[in-house]
């Protein structure tokens, strides 16, 4: 049974570029939650994608999007990218839009130059 | 303003001693805690919870004790083993099983042989 999976590992941009990253869940899962780990910090949590709907949103701005799909993998989209966006991209997922039982992705790495 | 603080970066103890890990919080809605432990590459994975309801959790060699007055929890792992070296994330939430999480910056455990 394959757990959370998170593409692609690294990935590198310059500022002002857009980046996609994507996240397929555990099986039988149907939530997705983002996560924006900066170095020496805890994972910040950016919005929760529950039957294709964003369901909760941290204190990310707008530049900062996702979507889920019908077959419950999600996307996460960053625009207009900063230096500051630097960070590990977590994806974790659950079922029923819980947050006590989540499964963690292994993350995908942005660097910002 | 940090909500969940984990105010030591580090902590180092002997093998099958006892390992204390500490978290405070500001936020007296929170009403649900959570303990994760992450390895170098890899996601968070989920140790142990504490619902407000309760004061102590165990599960195995975790416990964890929740003193609501003093806004303070902490997780004991006894015996230490050297496969628990790891950074420990304490986290919380404002909405049960269903809110999202407020991570703490994390302590990283050295258990040696």
């Known amino acids: 049974d394959a757990g959370v999976t998170q593409s692609p590992t690294h990935l590198i941009k310059t500022r002002g570029q857009q980046v996609t990253l994507r996240c397929s869940p555990k099986s039988g899962h149907d939530t997705v939650s983002w996560y924006q780990q900066a170095l020496g910090q805890g994972p910040q949590f950016i919005f929760q994608?529950?039957?294709?709907?964003?369901?909760q949103r941290g204190n990310f701005p707008d530049r900062f999007s996702g979507h889920q799909f019908p077959n419950y993998s999600s996307e996460l989209n960053v625009n207009a990218l900063l230096l500051g966006d630097s960070a590990l991209y977590l994806c974790a997922s659950s079922r029923l839009a819980r947050t006590d039982t989540q499964y963690f992705g292994p993350g995908t790495r942005l660097t910002v130059l | 303003d940090q909500q969940v603080k984990q105010n030591s970066p580090s902590l180092s103890v002997q093998e099958g001693r006892i390992s204390i890990l500490n978290c405070d919080y500001t936020?007296?809605?929170?009403?649900?805690f959570l303990w994760y432990k992450k390895y170098p590459a890899e996601g968070p994975t989920f140790l142990i919870s504490?619902?407000?309801?309760?004061d102590k959790n165990e599960d195995g060699r975790f416990t964890v004790f929740l003193n609501k007055s003093a806004k303070h929890l902490s997780l004991h792992i006894v015996p230490s083993q050297p496969g628990d070296s790891a950074v420990y994330f304490c986290?919380?939430?404002?909405?049960?099983?269903?809110?999202?999480?407020?991570f703490g910056k994390g302590t990283k455990l050295s258990v040696k042989p």
């Open positions: 986290a919380a939430t404002p909405g049960g099983s269903q809110g999202n999480l407020i």
């Open positions: 936020n007296s809605m929170f009403d649900y």
């Open positions: 994608y529950y039957e294709e709907e964003e369901r």
């Open positions: 504490i619902s407000s309801i309760k």
